[in-house]
């Protein structure tokens, strides 16, 4: 709008004043992308002459339309002194340098450049649209432009939209003094995550600012990616687990390999592992390796297991002098972690908690066993404990053993106990007159032999015994002296023999072997007389009044058959048995019809029952002269019936007064009640009157 102004007040002036023709406006430098439409301005004042426009020299004509150049033309009002050179479209051909000359007037603008941008075409990615790239190992992608592009285009990375500024890249210039053709190479080692990412190469230029797009897709081929899980994540001793093998992998999956500690579990092969677990899993751990085409990959986990106590160390023996620290160590292993005390084997106290225990100016009395004890954590499982031994070197303690007494002129031995650590070098017996340690010197001998371990837990000691043979009685005045000594010191202790007499002993012996021969006598007698009490059980129930008192052998068959003993009349009180036939009794007849003297008779009685159970026999005369039949009384208390039992009178058979007269027994029809008074033995003689005849029976 300025320059019409300023030319019609160039005009005017030049109306009043002449002013020469010049230039207005001159065309300058100009770039133009290909296709599209390029202006140079020109503007003359005070000038009505030809104007026209010159390409590298050459002009175009003065014409408005510019015959012969179909994309050309010149705009703007003359009048004003505008002529304007259009181009369009712009081709490459048009690049040249423009010049807008006033002939007649004879000026000519400064030489304008007119430079034409290609933009790029899309560029090109090797192996595109689908590039396959194995994952972990490097590769490239390249990218091309195409065409004639100009200036030449930038090649740029995108992903996701996001430029890859810090990716490694190298872009080359593919001909000199070319331009257009350039690549640009992506270096890059894909993961698994890379699979079908999509990368785009942008070829950008000042012809293009937002320039053209190529997207390429990334198959990946990789090894398996391995997650590895464990169920229960926690479990006690002794529980079941699962472990879970998950993989992903291109291409897919081959096959599963487990390993415990380093160490292939035979027989797993799928993607699951079930297992016992112990305290091995806490250290070992479980690993599971998956395999395809083109890898291997592993995934490794500790399982968290609950266990009791385990021993790992053991405390050591120790062997200390007195008055030296002691030190016992010891380590045990647990899930949780278990609780370590210490204790003196015998007691309660605690000593000492934690691996270690210190001992500090031992002496004999702390010699022995100690405990190390693991106590189970939170687990509560299980527990433990071990132990080792504490030996104190100190001078030897000598103790007297029990000696048994010796006789005079006998055979005698003394003992002593040695406990020494380090053990003694020498036992020694020593008395008034000599001493010995080992072998034998005159009466006297030694014998030395391990002893069995004593309580305490000191080291085994030694018995030492003093054998005397045939002792005399300055033996038993003196002492002996049992010592030891060691490298620490000396100990001894001061002996005496007993002595014990011959006649305690020989008393002693007699009362024994007494008190046996009575035992014995008493053992004989009870088994005499259960012997004779089972032989009399089986006899008949008879009573036999043999035959006068001369010794003769003649005897009826009864007799015979009825005893085989003449100890007296014998009574069997089994009570059915003892009521006889006393007709067939009385009229009993000499079987030897007076051939042969017959001195006695056997008389079967009828016994009878008194009042209040008691048995008799039958009476004689009230005399009661010798050999007057016994009443036997076998039950005293009147109201109690005698029981059936075996009884025997006096000894010897029941006689008559006179040899060779018999009284028979009538049996009573009744009995009365006796009139007893006090102090009156039951059914004396007295109540009963004499038979009332006698039958005499005689052989000549």
Known sequence: MLVPVFLVLLFCFQGHTGPAPHFVQQPEDLVVVLGEEARLPCALGAYRGLVQWTKDGLALGGERDLPGWSRYWISGKTTMGQHDLHIRPVELEDEASYECQATQAGLRSRPARLHILVPPEAPQVLGGPFVSL???????????????ARPTPELLWFRDGIRLDGTPLHQTLLKEETTGFVESTLFLTPSSHDDGATLICRARSQALPTGRDTAVTLNLQYPPVVTLSVEPQTVQEGEKVAFLCQATAQPPVTGYRWAKGGSPVLGARGPRLEVVADASFLTEPVSCEVSNEVGNANRSTVLEVLFGPILQAKPEPMSVDVGEDAFFTCAWRGNPSPRITWIHRGGTQVLSSGPTLRLRSVGPEDAGDYVCRAEPGRSGLGGGMAEARLTVNA?????????????????????????????????????????????????????TFPAPEVHGGQSPGLISVLHISGTQESDFNRGFNCSARNRLGEGGTRILLGRRDLLPTMRIVAGIVASVTTVLMVIIGVALCCWRHT??????????????SDGSSSRGPEEETGSSEDR??????????????????????????????????????????????????PPSSPLGLPGTPTYYDFNPQLDVIPPCRLYRARAGYLTTPHPRAFTSYIKPTAFGHPDLGPGTPPFSYAAFSAPSHQRLQTHV
């Open 535 to 548: 032989s009399f059980s089986k006899q008949k129930n008879l009573v036999r009044i043999p035959g006068s």
């Open 134 to 148: 194995v994952a972990g190992v490097p590769a490239n992608l390249t990218c091309r432009s195409r065409g004639n």
């Open 395 to 447: 001078p030897p303690i000598v103790t007297a053993l029990h000696s048994a007494p010796a006789l005079l002129r006998g055979p005698a031995s003394l003992q002593c106990l040695v406990l020494a650590s380090p053990p003694p070098e020498a036992v020694v017996w020593s008395w008034d007159e000599g001493f010995l340690e080992t072998g034998s010197q005159g009466r006297f001998l030694v014998e």
């Open 568 to 617: 007296g009349p014998m009574i069997h009180t089994n009570c059915s048995d003892l009521i006889l036939d006393e007709k067939g009794a009385l009229d009993t007849k000499d079987p030897t019809n007076g051939y042969y003297k017959v001195r006695g008779v056997s008389v079967s009685l009828s016994l009878g029952e008194a009042p209040g159970g008691g048995l008799f026999l």
